[in-house]
């Protein structure tokens, strides 16, 4: 089962435009993270955030997570063709909460048009 | 290797027919994971080992699926009798350390073997 959410589905914006993917999920989180797939080709990590933790930087990505929403955005600034992608969030649940493993939504499917 | 290689990355195969899956991760990795990929979906967990033992296989759909690891290195998915409802990409991962998806520390995906059945 999927527990993340993504919205939107599909996002379609010009070179240079900022773009903001949102996540919820539904049971509480020990962290949550961002990857980024190339059509065909495996996951990329991108960023991860903690619980305790409300906003962190990479680069040009920017993640937010609100646990009283339980959600939570990533916005990648100043866009490239590069970033054209499907982008989805990952939650790993408490300890003894669930699988070891992370539990990945939907994903947005990113494109930028030059 | 420098990344997580998997093998066979195209794989057809009849309805009924027995598949195994390789997957060699980053040299020095503990961790390995094994995920299920359906078309437009996100990747759904499969299962977790940590040195040669199975962590975590809660996520494997049935007993049709088993996956082994027995150097603590190189893993196997096997699938028996397979259904065309097994086709999708099988994703394997590893990482480093010792916590699974609690610990945070990053994984590193394979590009994937993409299994249709027929």
């Known amino acids: 089962s999927q527990q993340g959410e993504e919205d939107p589905q599909a996002l379609s914006i010009q070179e240079g435009e900022n773009a903001t993917m949102n996540c919820s999920y539904k049971t509480s989180i020990n962290n949550l993270q961002w990857y980024r797939q190339n059509s065909g080709r495996g996951l990329v990590h991108l960023i991860l955030i903690r619980s305790n933790e409300r906003e962190k930087h990479s680069g040009r990505l920017r993640v937010t997570l609100d646990t009283s929403k339980k959600s939570s955005s990533l916005l990648i600034t100043a866009s490239r063709a590069a970033d054209t992608a499907s982008y989805f969030c990952?939650?790993?649940?408490?300890?003894?909460?669930?699988?070891?493993?992370?539990?990945f939504g939907k994903g947005t499917h990113l494109i930028i048009q030059p | 290797g420098a990344g997580v290689s998997q093998t066979p990355s195209n794989k057809v195969t009849e309805k009924g027919k027995y598949v195994e899956l390789r997957c060699d991760p980053i040299s020095g990795h503990t961790a390995l994971y094994w995920y299920r990929q359906s078309l437009g979906q996100g990747p759904e967990f499969l299962i977790y080992f940590q040195g040669t033992g199975a962590a975590d296989d809660s996520g494997l759909p049935n007993d049709r699926f088993f996956a082994v690891r027995p150097e603590g290195s190189v893993s196997t998915l096997k699938i028996q009798r397979t259904e065309r409802g097994d086709s999708a990409v099988y994703l394997c991962?590893?990482?480093?350390?010792?916590?699974?998806?609690?610990?945070?520390?990053?994984?590193?995906f394979g590009e994937g073997s993409w299994l249709t059945v027929v």
């Open positions: 991962a590893s990482s480093s350390g010792t916590g699974g998806a609690l610990e945070g520390n990053t994984i590193y």
């Open positions: 990952a939650t790993a649940p408490y300890s003894g909460g669930g699988a070891d493993g992370l539990t």
